[in-house]
């Protein structure tokens, strides 16, 4: 499709934006940047594979994401060029800019930094990085760094299994040490693993996720290795003891310099029972403990849940005393990836078998979606009962929500109405929540372009901006929602008029 299309839509983009009440599809919930605190953030956000392509360029070396794209499990994609942003940086962040961002989480590149895993440090990707970073502040727009964000050196996958060994924790403080070390005069806000709940399931469970191991029956591919039962386990461990050696060693040897904050993130729906039935109403409060508890619970109290420790038996590891100590405690924030709003019903059927993965330990069926996951239900007061039940449960810490967003198909239109309805929506949502006492510090739109997604390649996309695939520079165009979204964040006078979506409080069948 020519660039002269694109212009033009982009144009009349901006022309239909700056109408007060273009939507008019139900009643208006009416606010602005000046209804949050001067102190919250706003920002956007994507991850080093999904974005930066030069996949060996300058030093770097294959992570185990890159294997499983090349496997053909990313719907036959792959992040060997992706969004080119490793080249197009510079550019990126002037619509940063444009866009009005106040902050852009992204995360380094372990292979990219460090190609060999563990030693000498790749100087022409610390050079990047460094270079990122300046531009990011020169513009006013504070940087949120993930160190790891599914992409463990490859290396290190074959050399002793990856996550799967203890030996992990080790190399991962020291890769963090290096982040600390080189970028931390800088960087005032680190997360350690991005989603690290749902990467033990995709990546040891379902098979779904790097390095994409499974075992029958239990996996959503035809995994050749792995073991579902007990690996997504031992491997939540592994991120829970390595995250919390990152906060000591950041606690103990930059805290006083840097005066930054380390936090860890997870993927969090909001989980309705299906019907008011006791069954249905234990039911879902066992998928707040699989979900969050899992590691919430060791990083609040000390140890994982009753009810998850009871259900996988001696296939979840133990802390000791020391670890447990070490864990309780070791995050400054929490944060959370919230889509949607799943609801759940009890399957006690599940725990008749021997051979149980965490999915049967939780003993449910839930729904909401379906997949392929074409656009998500649009359920705002789930994020804001998510955040209540942060508040209530786990003693209100932190929360910086880095990711949310709505999906569409990628088919080159610009009008992405349902993106800007569903933002406009959550973000109210946020505010509601704020107003309740909750203790969330900042949003983050997932995500800034249409990039390289897990699930569904380049056909799919989250992006405020559309990356044009076809045309050999990969122009960017923004969306409507980019053009909503900065109106938005410059404190223009907009007043989206949206439907009104309630959760209901059960289902019946």
């Known amino acids: 499709m020519p660039k002269y299309f694109f212009r033009l839509l982009a144009l009349a983009l901006v022309l239909v934006i700056g109408n007060v009440g273009f939507l008019a599809f139900g009643v208006a919930d009416e606010y602005g940047r000046d209804d949050f605190p001067a102190e919250f953030v706003f920002g956007s956000g994507t991850s080093a594979y999904q974005v930066e392509g030069a996949a060996l360029e300058d030093g770097r070396s294959f992570s185990i994401w890159d294997a499983y794209a090349h496997s053909g499990f990313c719907d036959g994609a792959n992040g060997d060029i992706a969004c080119d942003g490793y080249h197009k940086y510079k550019e ?79 190399d991962f403080v020291a890769f963090a040490d290096v982040c600390f070390r080189e970028f931390g005069d800088r960087v005032l806000h680190w997360t350690t693993f991005n989603e690290a709940n749902l990467y033990a399931l995709g990546g040891y469970d379902t098979g779904s996720s790097p390095p994409g191991r499974c075992s029958s029956p239990f996996g959503y591919i035809n995994c050749s290795r792995g073991d579902s039962t007990h690996e997504p386990y031992l491997v939540a461990h592994h991120f829970l003891l390595a995250h919390a050696s990152t906060v000591r060693l950041y606690r103990e040897k930059y805290k006083a310099m840097q005066y930054g904050s380390v936090g860890i993130n997870l993927l969090a729906f909001w989980f309705e029972p299906y019907t008011n039935t006791i069954q249905d109403v234990k ?13 919430l619970n060791p990083l609040v109290k000390g140890d994982y849940p009753e009810t998850v420790k009871k259900s996988a038996g001696n296939r979840i590891p133990t802390f000791t005393k020391l670890e447990s100590q070490k864990i309780k405690g070791s995050f400054d924030f929490l944060g959370i990836n919230h889509y949607t709003t799943l609801y759940i019903k009890d399957n006690p059927n599940d725990l008749e078998t021997d051979t149980r993965d965490v999915y049967a330990d939780m003993a449910l ?35 910086y929500i880095h990711e949310n967003g709505q999906v569409q ?101």
């Open 409 to 509: 198909a990628r088919n080159g239109t610009l009008m992405d109405t349902p993106r800007v309805e569903y933002l406009h929506a959550y973000i109210g949502a946020v505010l509601s929540a704020l107003r309740n006492g909750s203790n969330t510090k900042g949003y983050f739109v997932w995500s800034f372009f249409d990039l390289l997604e897990m699930v569904g390649g380049y056909n799919y996309g989250y992006g405020l901006y559309y990356v044009d695939l076809d045309d050999k520079e990969l122009t960017r165009y923004p969306k409507l929602s980019a053009h909503w979204y900065a109106n938005f964040l410059k404190g223009n006078n907009i007043n989206v008029i949206i439907p009104k979506v309630k959760l209901k409080d059960s289902f019946s069948n």
């Open 365 to 399: 069926i839930y729904s909401g979606i379906e997949f392929p996951i074409t656009e998500f239900p649009v359920i705002p007061i789930g994020l804001e009962k998510l955040l209540n039940h942060l508040k209530e449960e786990y003693r209100n810490p932190p929360i």
């Open 92 to 170: 990126d962040i002037k619509l940063m800019v444009d866009t009005g961002l106040e902050a852009f989480r992204f995360s380094i590149s372990w292979s990219r930094l460090i190609p060999n895993g563990r030693g000498s440090v790749n100087e022409k990707g610390l050079q990047f990085y460094n270079d990122f970073i300046n531009r990011l502040i020169a513009h006013g727009i504070q940087p949120h760094v993930t160190l790891n964000h599914i992409d463990l050196p490859l290396i290190l996958e074959d050399e002793y299994g990856g996550w799967l060994s203890r030996k992990s924790v080790k």
């Open 283 to 295: 039911a879902t409060q066992r998928a707040n403990d699989f979900y969050l508890g899992w590691f």
